[in-house]
């Protein structure tokens, strides 16, 4: 039972390179979310998916993109990246329908912007 | 918009002893709760879920929480702590429509004493 799989799980970046996040989810959900968690603050939102072929913008969506190209795969780019964006990164998936599904999450990807 | 406060950033316990974590939430509607735990340099694992019904719910690792809409809170509790419950705790609250991502605290962190 894979359940939610990140890549890679760490990453040292310099200012201004770029780079992508795989998340992957053998779960067949729907939904797929991608989270940063940084001290103090919980997780927060950075981007959703709702269905392949679909993103939408959760609460701290700038200087990030997404893909969902394949329903089982979510992922987040960093164009540029940015010492602020030096965080962990975590991805979780769940289903569309039913009452109280909770989210999956993987294991993380811990990413440092020097 | 829905947030959660989790007023303890950090708890210290006695193995043996008795825990509490406390969780207020703000929400429009009937909520759905979650706590999650996270070790260190894991991903987020669901304890306990609650969306309707008995508002005390059972969860694994023998942690419970109960629900109290007059205080909005969702507190966790476990009656023995053991050693392996040092970790840090989340709770969120999430919706069963639209985009249904979860709105996470800043957790609380607890360390466990021999």
């Known amino acids: 039972n894979a359940g939610v799989t990140q890549t890679p799980k760490f990453r040292v970046l310099k200012t201004g390179q770029s780079m992508t996040l795989l998340c992957a989810q053998d779960m067949n959900h729907e939904y797929m979310y991608w989270y940063r968690q940084d001290p103090g603050m919980g997780l927060r939102l950075i981007h959703y998916?709702?269905?392949?072929?679909?993103?939408a913008k959760g609460e701290v969506p700038d200087g990030y993109n997404v893909s969902r190209l394949k329903k089982q795969n979510f992922l987040l780019g960093l164009e540029s990246a940015a010492p602020s964006q030096t965080s962990v990164y975590f991805c979780?998936?769940?289903?569309?329908?039913?009452?109280?599904?909770?989210?999956?999450f993987g294991d993380g990807t811990r990413l440092s912007i020097l | 918009a829905q947030s959660v406060t989790q007023p303890d950033i950090h708890i210290t316990v006695s193995e043996g002893a008795s825990l509490e974590l406390r969780c207020n939430y703000s929400?429009?509607?009937?909520?759905?709760l979650f706590w999650y735990v996270q070790s260190p340099g894991q991903g987020l694992q669901l304890l306990l879920k609650?969306?309707?019904?008995?508002?005390l719910v059972q969860g694994i690792k023998g942690f419970e929480a109960e629900f109290k809409r007059s205080q909005s809170s969702f507190n966790l509790r476990k009656p023995s702590v053991h050693w392996s419950d040092a970790a840090e705790y989340f709770c969120a609250v999430g919706r069963d429509t639209g985009r249904r991502a979860l709105t996470f605290g800043s957790g609380t962190r607890l360390q466990v004493q021999p």
């Open positions: 929400y429009g509607a009937t909520p759905y």
């Open positions: 979780a998936s769940s289903y569309s329908t039913g009452v109280g599904q909770p989210q999956h």
């Open positions: 998916s709702v269905g392949e072929g679909t993103t």
């Open positions: 609650y969306f309707s019904g008995d508002t």
